[in-house]
């Protein structure tokens, strides 16, 4: 199973950016999804996480800005962020609780995709 992150990149202050993640694989379920981002500082944190069945879960400092979405029917997560500010600046990762089987399956991570809001 991989896990593919899109969307990153530069913005200015108060601008958007929408980020995606696709899985491939062997995937017979993917069940909850997640969006979390390392810092310059390097902290890690969640920003926003999705159940399969839509359930949501936003980091307060995301709140009312950023929208996390998925379509099962694709694998694919997405992440849209508006009005970025300077402290969104950081490495942002997908991650999913991907089942193989009825019987099998693991926590996958994607490899990052940066995102730099500055003037």
């Known amino acids: 199973v991989q896990l593919q992150a899109s969307g990153g990149g530069q913005v200015q202050p108060g601008g958007s950016l929408r980020l995606s993640c696709i899985a491939s694989?062997?995937?017979?379920?993917?069940?909850?999804m997640a969006w979390y981002r390392k810092t310059p500082g390097n902290q890690r944190e969640l920003v926003a996480e999705?159940?399969?069945?839509?359930?949501?879960n936003y980091a307060d400092s995301v709140k009312g800005r950023f929208t996390i979405s998925r379509e099962n029917a694709k694998n694919t997560l997405y992440l849209q962020m508006n009005n970025l500010k300077p402290e969104d600046t950081a490495l942002y990762y997908c991650?999913?609780?991907?089942?193989?089987?009825?019987?099998?399956?693991?926590?996958?991570w994607g490899q990052g995709t940066q995102v730099t809001v500055s003037s």
């Open positions: 999705i159940t399969r069945e839509g359930s949501i």
């Open positions: 694989g062997t995937i017979f379920r993917i069940n909850g």
């Open positions: 991650t999913a609780d991907i089942s193989h089987s009825e019987f099998a399956g693991g926590t996958y």
